[in-house]
């Protein structure tokens, strides 16, 4: 069995910083491309920024120079550093991590952790 734990969100003024975490546990092999994805009311889910195992990184256009992904194999956790941030990047965060473990090869996606940012 394998758990995400989503942690991070709140409510942050425009142009503050917010930090996402997402770390993964349970009877895990490996993990490939870690990604986070946002979900605004009324909106479609849409892709933030991924990073692979070796630790090449993707963005979105709009979060690019702001946001920052990385991660810990380690500790088999996800991090997403948000700077300057803006009203319009206030939505639910979901962490999703392609997992392989004792059960086989999986998708896992976080319960989500809800960011405002107020003007």
């Known amino acids: 069995q394998v758990q995400l734990v989503e942690s991070g969100g709140g409510l942050v003024q425009a142009g503050g910083s917010l930090r996402l975490s997402c770390a993964a546990s349970?009877?895990?092999?490996?993990?490939?491309?870690m990604g986070w994805y946002r979900q605004a009311q009324g909106k479609q889910r849409e892709l933030v920024a991924t990073v692979t195992s070796y630790g090449l990184t993707n963005y979105a256009d709009s979060v690019k120079g702001r946001f920052t992904i990385s991660r810990d194999n380690a500790k088999n956790t996800v991090y997403l550093q948000m700077n300057s941030l803006k009203p319009e990047d206030t939505a639910v965060y979901y962490c999703?991590?392609?997992?392989?473990?004792?059960?086989?090869?999986?998708?896992?996606w976080g319960k989500g952790t809800l960011v405002t940012v107020s003007s």
């Open positions: 999703k991590l392609p997992v392989r473990s004792v059960a086989g090869f999986m998708d896992y």
């Open positions: 349970g009877s895990i092999f490996s993990i490939n491309t």
